[in-house]
C-alpha cells in the first residue's frame, strides 16, 4: 500500500496549507472587525503564531491531547490480557516494529480509535463498553481496522487535523463570544456612518467566523469517509476473517450508550461515528463515516482476503463504478481464503473464554463488567473472598490487611 502512504504524506501536506489558509483568513477578518485594516495584519500574525505553534502540538504532542480529551486511560497487560494478546497479534500480522499503546476509553459506549505520529509511536484506544461485549473475533477485527490506520499512516493526518480543525473552531467561538463586549462600547461613541460601517465588518467578521469551522470540518471529513473503507478492507487482510469485523459493527451501530467525550473534532478518528442525532446515528452530507451497514454488507460479500475482492465488492454493494483501492493494492493478484472462526495467531492466557459475556448492552452484568474494567484501568485491585462477597480496593488503600465483612476472613495486602 505505498502508493496510499505517499498519498496520505501529500494529503497531509495540503491539509496543512489549507487549514493554514483558514486560519489566517479568520485571523484577518477578525482583527479588521476588531480595529481596522492595520490590526488584520496584526490578526494575521498572530494566526500565523497559532498556526506554527498548533502545527509543532499536533507533531509531538496531539495525540496525547486527543486521548486526554477521549477520557481514555494507557493500561497494562495485567488490565486486560486479551486486549494486548490481540494487538500484539495484529502488530505481528502488520509487520509493525512497535506495538502500539494501549488505552481503554473510560464509556459504556462501543468504539475504538487509533492515533499517533507514526507506527513507531502509535496507540489504539478502546472504550470499556466494547470489551464487555466484544468476542475475541470481534475484538480482533476492530483492531486490524485501527492497525490497518496506523500502517497506512492515516493516524498523523487524523491527528494534525483534529487538532488544527480544534484551534480553527476555538478562535471563532472565543470571537463570537467576546465581540459585543469588546465591541459595543466603541460603536456607542461612533459616528452614524463610521459607526455603520463598522458594524457591516463585524457581520461579515461573525458570518465568517460561522462559516470557517464549517469549512474545515468539511475538509475533514471529506476524506474520512474513504479511509474507513480502506481500513476494512486492510483489516480483512490482517486477519482474513471479514466476520469478525462486522459482527463487531452490527454491535456497535446497535449500541444506545452514548459517547460523551467525543465531538466533532474527534468523531472521524473513531471506527464508527460517535455522534448521535435525534437518537439516530448520522446520516447527513457531513457524516464522518460511510453507512455502517453499508460496510458490513460488503464485509458479508466478500469471497476472500484482498483488495481487489473488496473493490469488486465494494462496487457491487454501493453500485459505484469509482476505484476505491489504490493502484498498487489491485496490482496484487494473491487472494488469502478465510481462516476458521477462534483461530488465534498467539496463543491466548489460559483461562479466557472465546465468546463474550452474556450481558446485554444496558444490562446490570454489562454495566458491572464495563465499570470493573475502568476501575482496574485506574488501578483499582479485585479481591475474591471464599464466602462469594468481592472486593474493589481503589489504588489509595494503605492498609495491610482487610476483613470481610460477611464471613470475617482477614485478607493480607
Not at 16 to 30: N, P, Q, S
Not at 328 to 348: V, W
Request: proline letters at 4%.
Amino acid at each position: 500500500m505505498w502508493e496510499l502512504i505517499r498519498a496520505n504524506r501529500r494529503k497531509s501536506l495540503v491539509l496543512f496549507v489549507m487549514m493554514g489558509v483558514i486560519l489566517l483568513l479568520l485571523g484577518f477578518v477578525i482583527g479588521t472587525a476588531l480595529g481596522g485594516p492595520e490590526t488584520g495584519y496584526t490578526g494575521i500574525i498572530i494566526a500565523t503564531l497559532i498556526w506554527l505553534v498548533m502545527t509543532l502540538v499536533g507533531i509531538y504532542s496531539g495525540s496525547s491531547i486527543l486521548l486526554a480529551s477521549s477520557n481514555a486511560v494507557k493500561v497494562e497487560r495485567s488490565v486486560h490480557p486479551r486486549l494486548f494478546n490481540v494487538v500484539e497479534e495484529m502488530q505481528m500480522s502488520a509487520g509493525l516494529k512497535k506495538m502500539p499503546e494501549v488505552y481503554i476509553i473510560q464509556s459504556d459506549a462501543l468504539n475504538a480509535f487509533a492515533t499517533g505520529r507514526n507506527p513507531e509511536n502509535s496507540a489504539i484506544a478502546v472504550t470499556a463498553g466494547l470489551l464487555a461485549v466484544a468476542n475475541r473475533d470481534e475484538l480482533q477485527g476492530v483492531v486490524a481496522h485501527e492497525m490497518s490506520h496506523i500502517v497506512n499512516r492515516d493516524i498523523r493526518f487524523m491527528t494534525f487535523a483534529g487538532i488544527m480543525l480544534g484551534s480553527i473552531v476555538l478562535i471563532s467561538q472565543v470571537f463570537m463570544r467576546g465581540m459585543f463586549y469588546s465591541s459595543m462600547g466603541r460603536y456607542r461613541g461612533s459616528s452614524k456612518d463610521n459607526g455603520a460601517g463598522q458594524l457591516i465588518i463585524m457581520a461579515v467578521a461573525l458570518l465568517f467566523a460561522i462559516l470557517a469551522p464549517i469549512a474545515a470540518q468539511l475538509l475533514y471529513f471529506a476524506v474520512s469517509r474513504k479511509r474507513e473503507y480502506l481500513a476494512d478492507a486492510s483489516a480483512v487482510k490482517l486477519t482474513r476473517y471479514p466476520e469478525g469485523l462486522a459482527s463487531a459493527l452490527e454491535k456497535i451501530s446497535g449500541s444506545t450508550a452514548d459517547l460523551e467525550s467525543a465531538n466533532k473534532v474527534t468523531a472521524p478518528m473513531y471506527i464508527a461515528n460517535p455522534l448521535k442525532a435525534k437518537g439516530q446515528r448520522m446520516r447527513n452530507l457531513s457524516s464522518t463515516h460511510p453507512p455502517i451497514e453499508e460496510r458490513i454488507r460488503i464485509l458479508r460479500a466478500l469471497s476472500g482476503a484482498s483488495y481487489i475482492n473488496y473493490q469488486e465488492t465494494w462496487q457491487q454493494v454501493t453500485g459505484r463504478n469509482a476505484r476505491l483501492m489504490p493502484g498498487s493494492a489491485l496490482a496484487e493478484t494473491e487472494t488469502m481464503a478465510f481462516r476458521q472462526k477462534g483461530e488465534a495467531l498467539i496463543p491466548e492466557p489460559a483461562g479466557l473464554p472465546f465468546d463474550a459475556p452474556a450481558a446485554t448492552q444496558g444490562s446490570k452484568a454489562f454495566k458491572r463488567s464495563a465499570g470493573n474494567l475502568v476501575m482496574a484501568a485506574n488501578g483499582f485491585r479485585f479481591l475474591d473472598c471464599s464466602c462469594g462477597l468481592k472486593f474493589k480496593i481503589p489504588p489509595g488503600f494503605s492498609g495491610k490487611e482487610l476483613k470481610c465483612s460477611r464471613c470475617g476472613t482477614v485478607h493480607p495486602l
